[in-house]
């Protein structure tokens, strides 16, 4: 596609449950980044990951939060034992690996709800 | 990445010009100024950037003052549809790329 991708588009699961987060960048682009948004705030950043160097990792709330980037593409944001508080839009991003902000793209978020 | 202040909200009449200030006393010489909105349930959008010139592009005009201390995004003809939340960012271009988000400012575009 021509955009950044992200399913599902909403998830509704129950505290304590794992839920698995998926963002298909654009193509070509090296780095990507996940970032969430609880209602009403601004944008919290999580990871972010660059071609094949080691993902910044220093927005992760806590160990329940994990995500994997597989052959430089798909993106995975894993959250275990979930947490009402993790009720959030999780965005994805992705850009060329030296492009200026401006040329950083927004998927259209997955909407989780905990129960 | 240096911190801006914006107001939280504001209103503008459709067919006016939306003027949003920014303020970023601690910009650095090497620091961009970028503004991104986001519309109601969707994920941001690029608007424009700029380093200490002005700049402009289909979408609207980015006034830096001479001690790029303040900016100021304008929509020339603000519509309903550009009622969002703005955000202005500084950064080192091609510092990893990440975008350190503020709280914004709320554009409400009234008819």
């Known amino acids: 596609g021509a955009g950044v991708s992200q399913s599902p588009s909403n998830k509704v699961t129950e505290k304590g449950k794992d839920v698995e987060l998926r963002c298909d960048p654009i193509?070509?682009?090296?780095?990507l980044y996940w970032y969430r948004q609880s209602l009403g705030q601004g944008l919290e950043f999580l990871i972010y990951?660059?071609?094949?160097?080691?993902?910044?990792k220093s927005g992760l709330p806590s160990d329940r939060f994990s995500a994997e980037r597989t052959g430089g593409s798909v993106s995975t944001l894993t959250i275990q034992r979930t947490q009402q508080e993790d009720s959030a839009v999780y965005l994805c991003?992705?850009?060329?690996?030296?492009?200026?902000?401006?040329?950083?793209?927004f998927g259209p978020g997955t909407r989780l709800t905990v129960l | 990445d240096a911190k801006t202040t914006q107001p939280p909200s504001m209103d503008c009449a459709e067919g006016r010009a939306a003027n949003l200030p920014c303020n970023h006393s601690?910009?650095?010489?090497?620091?961009?100024v970028y503004w991104y909105r986001q519309i109601h349930s969707q994920g941001p959008q690029y608007i424009i950037h700029?380093?200490?010139n002005n700049e402009t592009n289909e979408m609207a005009s980015l006034i830096i003052t001479e001690d790029r201390k303040s900016s100021t995004l304008i929509l020339p003809h603000a519509t309903l549809r550009d009622t969002a939340v703005y955000y202005c960012?500084?950064?080192?271009?091609?510092?990893?790329?990440?975008?350190?988000f503020g709280g914004g400012t709320r554009l409400m575009v009234k008819p």
């Open positions: 700029g380093l200490k």
């Open positions: 193509s070509g682009h090296t780095a």
């Open positions: 601690t910009i650095s010489g090497n620091e961009y």
């Open positions: 991003a992705s850009s060329l690996a030296r492009q200026a902000g401006g040329g950083t793209f």
């Open positions: 990951f660059q071609g094949n160097s080691a993902p910044d």
């Open positions: 960012i500084v950064r080192v271009e091609n510092a990893g790329n990440m975008l350190t």
